[in-house]
């Protein structure tokens, strides 16, 4: 069965605005863009794609997806992320795409092997229907979803959305398939979840440096403000 991966990446203007404890608005949209290049390029690096797609409304994202390898689904407008991967799975299926794997932007720890184990378990025989889901940490986004065919069951992304995902795929009668991988598992939204990334990140990526600059950044000018006291 050929997979295709979908990443969808909205414009990262007045982006992570719950990261604004700890990051500027320019820091926010840096990182949001540096996390998005390090999930593209490690689903780019994935053996066993047919294909990766991003789906935006920005330009800025298509130029970066384009500079990586990755195909483009054009939005006309920011709409959500539900809408935006509802017409990119639509496009697909109607280009062929027997499955895909939707992976959020902002999931800066996962690596090309994560993304392998997820695809060594889709089955081989093309008419098999099928879903796969991956939670996010607390167990209340989703984080990874892999469907064949790629429009088998309604999404809603948003507070709780794996709760809702795992209900559709009971309703479709299909087997509950979950695979809990703690790099795909954390998506970066609040400050804990940036905290953990960096005790948890290997620091090869560009996210990574660009966090850590950007903290020690935040720390010297309240340093300057506070008189070093």
């Known amino acids: 069965m050929k997979v295709s991966a979908l990443v969808p990446v909205k414009g990262f203007r007045n982006a992570k605005q719950r990261l604004s404890p700890l990051l500027a608005q320019g820091q926010r949209e840096l990182f949001a863009e540096t996390m998005a290049r390090d999930v593209l390029r490690q689903v780019t690096l994935a053996r066993g794609l047919a294909g990766v797609f991003v789906v ?3 330009e800025q994202v298509a130029e970066i997806a384009r500079s990586l390898g990755a195909g483009v689904i054009r939005e006309h407008a920011e709409n959500g992320e539900t809408d935006a991967v509802d017409r990119a799975r639509a496009e ?3 280009a062929g795409c027997e499955a895909v794997l ?3 932007g902002d999931i800066p720890l996962a690596r090309s092997a994560d993304i392998e184990q997820l695809l060594a378990g889709v089955p081989e025989e093309r008419t098999t229907p099928f879903a796969l889901l991956v939670p996010s940490h607390d167990r209340l986004g ?6 064949a065919p790629p429009e088998i069951i309604k999404l809603r992304f948003g507070y709780d959305s794996f709760s809702f995902h795992t209900s ?4 479709q009668g299909l087997p509950l398939r979950i695979y ?3 790099r795909i598992a954390l998506d970066i939204d609040e400050p804990g979840d940036l905290k953990k990334f960096l005790l948890l990140d290997d620091g090869r990526g560009e996210s990574n440096r660009a966090a850590r600059a950007m903290l020690q950044q935040q720390e010297t000018v309240l340093t300057r403000r506070t008189g070093g006291l």
């Open 142 to 147: 989703t984080n990874a979803l892999l469907l």
């Open 180 to 182: 809990e991988n703690e």
């Open 92 to 94: 697909l299926s109607k």
């Open 56 to 58: 935006t409304a920005s």
């Open 168 to 171: 559709q795929v009971v309703a």
């Open 102 to 104: 939707i992976l959020p």
